[in-house]
């Protein structure tokens, strides 16, 4: 069939393709209303994303200023992101190794480019944790390391966290994951209760420190309201009527 004889609605589909519209169909019940869900979903997603950002950068440099304390007090060499500790598991010492190399890989393309002809400069500790996943600085949370590495060193990074509960902060940084890697894949996130979600965000962070925490709800929660509010189905279970988490 011509693209002239078919609906815009039924061409986007096609082009964004039907098993990825599938879901977006059977919620919204129309072509035209699926893709109105489907656009939402990339802006909410944007809104999101923006949260998630300040969220991931303020995390994961409070874990490492506690885990660069912690190795200097051993008296270890050089830095744990270049020399991993034994009690890390075996899993996240590999991905220091490969984010050391994603590092050093950076500078020499950047130094290439330039047209240096010296050596390229060492990766620094800040060069390598911008290489580290959120999903490394989730599973430094994970309950295996609560009577070693959260004991003498991570719990230090939320010293707002009522009675240094390991789970208090894992849980909610384990949903956070699950949602950056759902936008970081283009997936739906429209039967999730976002507003909870960006709870989650205030809560972590009121845990690291609360001005922080004050200073990212002041800025960013207008933005998630509005585009929860935008929710574009009357009726259909979007994230401002989801009960519970996901």
Sequence with gaps: MGQHKISSERLLIE???P???APYQATAGSPRAAIKLYR???EASAV????LHVFEVVLRNAVHDQMDQWHRAQGRQGSWLTHPPAELTSRSRTELLQARKRA???LAKKHQRAGV???PPVPTDGDIVAQLTLGFWRFMLATRYTHDLWRDAVRYAFPHLPHQRLPDVEAPVIRLHQLRNRIAHLEPIYTRNLSLDFEDMKLVLGFVCPRT????A???TQSVRDVVQAFPLAGAPGPQQVVGRP
């Design 15 to 17: 082009r964004f393709s």
């Design 19 to 21: 098993a990825r519209m």
């Design 40 to 42: 939402w979903n990339v």
């Design 117 to 119: 002809s010296a050596p």
């Design 48 to 51: 999101v994303y923006e949260a």
């Design 213 to 216: 925490q004050a200073w990212f």
């Design 218 to 220: 002041s800025t960013r």
């Design 104 to 106: 050093r890989d950076g």
